[in-house]
């Protein structure tokens, strides 16, 4: 196994397709010769004691390099593959846009990557080049925000998309004592991720606090000084405005610094997900009460582990099969290839201070 990782990695993209058609050839299939080593793997069956070979190459692809959220969640990817003796690469857009990321699988899939882990920017955008890094071998986890279910083997969550959505409106309802009129401040418009959790928001405001009224939706593409300025005009749009809920780390942390330094800091309530580290002075000088977040740094850990674990044959991606991460302990796969990482948790000022990344 390692020797054919080893020698695929130093393959083109076609020479790989051949090699593995080859490889399941020899391996007795009697497939046609479009089968592919994704195809393959789909109907294989799971050995939970196999062990995970050495020098897997492991590469993290997220929606951008330049975001805090993202150093600290390869972090952890990168801690988690020196564990297993593998090799990790980090390699990605500084952009967040839908198609950015699909020259970097290309080259991966050229490389001959065992395990490809990445953060969609569009949930179909780069499918076709996830299609072939899969048939080149490659198994591939997307990890915080998904492509649709077909085109990975692997979906790491990190919370339910119900408990972020909830634990967000949650916190706005209790910070504008229950009425008013609330903006939200999203990344990029085709982003799985946000897209899921606006949605659930929208609809457990109905149900569970219907004095919340969520007036518009503003796009910040998760650029600091794009959602600096949304914030901006969010303010000058709405002027009975009660509260933004950003459901970003880079869309919140430029709302705060925005709302800090005008008169709206104290009267227009912001809360959803960020990063302690960006949000500490904000939560210091009273702009922010009470923000959410997981812990980056472990579902990074953990979607490493997972793409081994497919790599090593301990699991395919089937509902019920179980995997041990490292030091986080052993995960179920669950429905449609998900695993999730646990719940989120809530940073206000008695508890900041106690997070570091
Ligand atoms: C940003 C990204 C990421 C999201 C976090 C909360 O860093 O949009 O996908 O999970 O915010």
């Not at 490889?23 to 196999?50: H, I, L, M, Q, V």
């Not at 219907?210 to 303010?235: C, M």
Request: hydrophobic share 40%; proline share 4%; charged share 20%.
């Amino acid at each position: 196994m390692t020797s054919f990782l080893t020698a695929r990695r130093l393959l083109t993209g076609t020479a790989i397709a051949a090699l593995v058609v080859t490889t399941a050839a020899c391996g007795g299939t009697t497939r046609g010769e479009e089968e592919t080593a994704a195809d393959a793997g789909a109907g294989a069956s799971a050995n939970p004691d196999a062990d995970i070979p050495s020098g897997l190459a492991i590469a993290f692809l997220p929606k951008q390099l330049n975001n805090p959220y993202f150093a600290v969640a390869d972090a952890g990817g990168e801690r988690a593959v020196q564990e297993i003796d593998g090799e990790f690469s980090e390699v990605g857009p500084t952009e967040a846009s839908a198609s950015s990321q699909v020259s970097y699988i290309n080259t991966l899939t050229q490389q001959g990557a065992d395990v490809i882990v990445t953060s969609a920017n569009d949930p179909n955008a780069i499918c076709s080049a996830l299609d072939q890094a899969r048939a080149g071998g490659a198994n591939v986890v997307t990890f915080d925000s998904d492509t649709s279910p077909e085109c990975r083997d692997l979906f790491i969550n990190q919370a339910t998309p119900q408990g972020i959505a909830e634990a967000q409106i949650d916190l706005m309802s209790e910070q504008i004592g229950g009425s008013g009129q609330v903006a939200i401040l999203s990344a990029t418009a085709n982003a799985t991720n946000q897209n899921a959790w606006i949605e659930l928001m929208k609809s457990y405001a109905a149900e569970a606090h219907p004095g919340l009224e969520i007036v518009t939706t503003v796009y910040g593409d998760d650029e600091d000084e794009k959602s600096f300025q949304e914030t901006q005009g969010l303010l000058q749009t709405y002027p009975d405005l009660k509260g933004i809920i950003s459901p970003t780390t880079v869309g919140i942390s430029a709302a705060a610094r925005y709302l800090s330094g005008s008169e709206y800091k104290g009267r227009v309530a912001l809360t959803g997900l960020g990063t302690p580290n960006q949000m500490r002075e904000f939560v210091k000088d009273g702009t922010v009460t009470a923000f959410a977040l997981w812990n980056p740094e472990d579902l990074g850990y953990l979607a490493a582990y997972a793409g081994a674990a497919l790599a090593a044959g301990q699991i395919t991606g089937a509902e019920g099969e179980t995997f041990e991460a490292g030091e986080l302990g052993e995960y179920t796969v669950g429905a449609d290839g998900e695993v999730v990482l646990g719940d989120p948790t809530v940073f206000n000022a008695d508890n900041i201070d106690d997070f570091d990344f």
